[in-house]
């Protein structure tokens, strides 16, 4: 059985940051929807699965003040710090395993992530995860998941995953998650091929709306 640990790891140490296959100069559709919730420049958001990505520098960018990067590889984590420079001291770095991080309760406004959920091919996990964004995101929250659309590849990172559509995406969260959004993306990757994406934006539940 592969460690998760150990296969990301090897990952970011023996490929660039823009040689991964997820790899996106800027992620346009990701920044849109959190543009998309209203959030003020204050709220407190969380990119599970940040990588190397650049999503925290756009974001700093863009005024906000209050964001978290969460990756299962300190590798990764590592060169987005050397990357901000002295701006990764505006970051809140998150190093562990998503299923089972000890979150705080409502600890977060937006939870995005771009690329994570489809790699947990057992239900058990994908049940983990789910209340893992129950517990961490506040009531009236906001949750951005983009996974493999169903036109996607079935591996990644020579591992296998699962593929969606909005409706089988939504299904995985249920009703205490609203969706508001779905959007499929074709992302192009670094070595020349198409991937589809399924993007869903969901809202969590208040009390007065159950």
């Known amino acids: 059985m592969v460690d998760p640990k150990l296969h ?11 040689e ?3 790899y996106r100069p ?6 849109e929807l959190i543009a ?7 709220a407190a958001i969380v ?3 940040a990588g190397e990505s650049t999503l925290v520098d756009d974001l700093l960018a863009r005024g906000y003040r209050n964001l978290f990067a969460m990756d299962l590889s300190s590798t990764a984590l590592e060169v987005a710090k050397a990357r901000l420079g002295a701006d990764a001291a505006r970051i809140g ?3 562990g395993d998503v299923r089972s991080y000890p979150f705080d309760r409502h600890r977060f406004d937006v939870w995005h992530d771009r690329a994570v959920f489809h790699f947990l091919t057992g239900a058990d996990d994908r049940a983990a995860y789910v209340r893992q964004v129950a517990h961490a995101v506040r009531p009236g929250g906001h949750v951005i998941v983009a996974t493999f659309g169903p036109e996607g590849p079935t591996r990644c990172s020579g591992l296998e995953v699962m593929r969606y559509g909005p409706e089988a995406l939504h299904d995985e969260f249920g009703g205490a998650f609203r969706l508001v959004e779905h959007r499929t993306e074709l992302h192009r990757t670094p070595g020349g091929s198409t991937q589809q994406f399924t993007y869903c934006y969901c809202r969590v539940a208040e009390p007065a709306d159950s």
């Not at 800027?26 to 920044?31: A, D, F, G, I, K």
């Not at 998309?36 to 204050?42: E, H, M, Y």
């Open 8 to 18: 990301w790891e090897q990952v970011y140490r023996t490929k660039s940051p823009t």
């Open 20 to 22: 991964v296959s997820w």
């Open 26 to 31: 800027h992620l346009e559709t990701s920044l």
């Open 36 to 42: 998309g919730t209203g959030a003020t420049r204050d």
């Open 47 to 49: 990119d599970i699965g």
């Open 93 to 95: 770095w998150l190093c």
